[in-house]
């Protein structure tokens, strides 16, 4: 099975940076020939929306519009690792980010579109 591990989440101050991981590692035996790799978020009493998604191979990438400008997705295919660089961050960024992949589809980063999860990691921005 595809396991996604996120880390880098915290406390930031607003205007500060964080940078959050997305881990992919599989058993053995299971293909890590991932399609698309997402992140999402979730603050409390809200739903889950998309934030930035990367299709692995041809790199392609979209932003929610909350986001455009301050966030950037990348990823190292050598260490089956995403990544988030978050700038300029707000209190409403204050969420659980989620990691997500899928094997085949879309990466337009829609729930319905990825099939693994990771168990998400808490970013608090507060002064």
């Known amino acids: 099975q595809l396991q996604l591990v996120e880390s880098g989440g915290g406390l930031v101050q607003p205007g500060g940076s964080l940078r959050l991981s997305c881990a992919a590692s599989?058993?053995?035996?299971?293909?890590?020939?991932?399609?698309?790799i997402g992140w999402f978020r979730q603050a409390p009493g809200k739903e889950r929306e998309g934030v930035s998604c990367?299709?692995?191979?041809?790199?392609?990438?979209n932003y929610a519009d909350s986001v455009k400008g301050r966030f950037t997705i990348s990823r190292d295919t050598a260490k089956n690792t995403v990544y988030l660089q978050m700038d300029s961050l707000k209190p409403e960024d204050t969420a659980v980010y989620y990691c997500?992949?899928?094997?085949?589809?879309?990466?337009?980063?829609?729930?319905?579109?990825?099939?693994?999860w990771g168990q998400g990691t808490q970013v608090t921005v507060s002064s």
């Open positions: 990367i299709q692995i191979t041809s790199g392609s990438i």
């Open positions: 599989a058993a053995s035996g299971f293909s890590l020939n991932l399609y698309a």
């Open positions: 997500a992949a899928n094997f085949y589809g879309a990466y337009a980063c829609l729930r319905q579109n990825y099939d693994y």
